[in-house]
T-cell receptor, first 110, second 110 residues
């Protein structure tokens, strides 16, 4: 079946620290992979995506590379800001269905 | 930028009552979805809708739930007889390639 496992939170970092949030997936076929972000009180917003192996998605300083060999799509950012504080969800799309991880809460302190 | 809208933002209802959650998807999208997120837990798929009928549904989407596209723009989720465990954030989404989420409706069942 299809599923996504992501790193347990919460994660607390100081401003300008390096961020990694791990995500691994199980899928039949060749899914597309996504990271969504949920700011407090808001819905999910697409952060970045990758549609095939070795693709790198990037947006707002965040990056993730689709690694088929390790079935992973880890989210990274070189220097986090306070405004990055949010919950991050890894997701995969198989056909027209999306599967989400449990979410990782990130708090960035000044 | 086009967006998915949802009303109401917060609904409080008594156990056993019917509720209707409303969504306006992005106008040229063809696939519509409902998800729910119980506080602190993962985003769970409920149902997808295409061409005026349900295309997939999860085990959560039992006979108490129904969806409808009554007028070609709105997309509704009805819960016939709410239970305490239906308390959650309900997100509508539509897809035209990428999936766009609405801001959610917080349903509180007392």
């Amino acid at each position: 079946g299809n599923s996504v496992t992501q790193m347990e939170g919460p994660v607390t970092l100081s401003e300008e620290a390096f961020l990694t949030i791990n995500c691994t997936y199980t899928a039949t076929g060749y899914p597309s992979l996504f990271w969504y972000v949920q700011y407090p009180g808001e819905g999910l917003q697409l952060l970045l995506k990758a549609t095939k192996a070795d693709d790198k998605g990037s947006n707002k300083g965040f990056e993730a590379t689709y690694r088929k060999e390790t079935t992973s799509f880890h989210l990274e950012k070189g220097s986090v800001q306070v405004s990055d504080s949010a919950v991050y969800f890894c997701a995969l799309r198989a056909g027209n269905q999306f599967y989400f991880g449990t979410g990782t809460s990130l708090t960035v302190i000044p | 930028e086009p967006e998915v809208t949802q009303t109401p933002s917060h609904q409080v209802t008594q156990m056993g009552q019917e509720v209707i959650l409303r969504c306006v998807p992005i106008s040229n999208h063809l696939y519509f979805y409902w998800y729910r997120q119980i506080l602190g837990q993962k985003v769970e798929f409920l149902v997808s809708f295409y061409n005026n009928e349900i295309s997939e549904k999860s085990e959560i989407f039992d006979d108490q739930f129904s969806v409808e596209r009554p007028d070609g723009s709105n997309f509704t989720l009805k819960i016939r007889s709410t239970k305490l465990e239906d308390s959650a954030m309900y997100f509508c989404a539509s897809t035209g390639g990428e999936q766009y989420f609405g801001p959610g409706t917080r349903l509180t069942v007392t």
